[in-house]
């Protein structure tokens, strides 16, 4: 009966965090500055990592530019990087989650330079296709060193949000 009721609790406790960064991902873009906000869904994106596993990064990942595009904070020029976007959140938390289990530094860097570098080459090469030229010169320059900067600032964020539970969550 007490280990159903501690299992009761850590799905509860697992639901409302969720429900936490689920929030703080969907309300970031409203901030609608492209730095605080990538700051913002890059430390919810790590710190799920940690709390929730793999299954709730995952979902949380697809959210932000979904939610952007939709509401207007993201131009319509850009609804063709969205997936790309989504995968580069994706490529985030996975790199991180496997390779943080040591370190969260030595998950986090490699993390953000593999998002960095899909959505850099992405908007250089493959958005050009998409939109007209002087757009995807603008994509190209949303896409690369604000996603690196923003991607190891949401991750210094993290690690000092989760602080001292980072081993007990490891």
Sequence with gaps: ????L??????????VQFFVLLLIVC??????NQIITGTIVNASL?????LLGMRGATLLCFLP????LMFGLLPMVMAPMVPFIIMG???????FSLLRKNNFFLGLIPAALLKFS??????NFLISFFVKQAIADKIAVMMSYPQLITALMGGI???FIIGRNYKNNN
């Design 6 to 15: 501690s299992l009761d609790k850590k799905i509860v406790l697992s639901l």
């Design 1 to 4: 009966m007490e280990q159903a």
């Design 89 to 95: 959140n994706f490529l985030l938390v996975y790199i």
């Design 157 to 159: 964020i993290a690690y």
């Design 46 to 50: 790590l710190i799920s990592v940690v």
């Design 65 to 68: 530019s979904v939610i952007s």
């Design 27 to 32: 309300f970031a873009p409203m901030i609608n």
């Design 118 to 123: 899909f959505l850099f080459l992405v908007s």
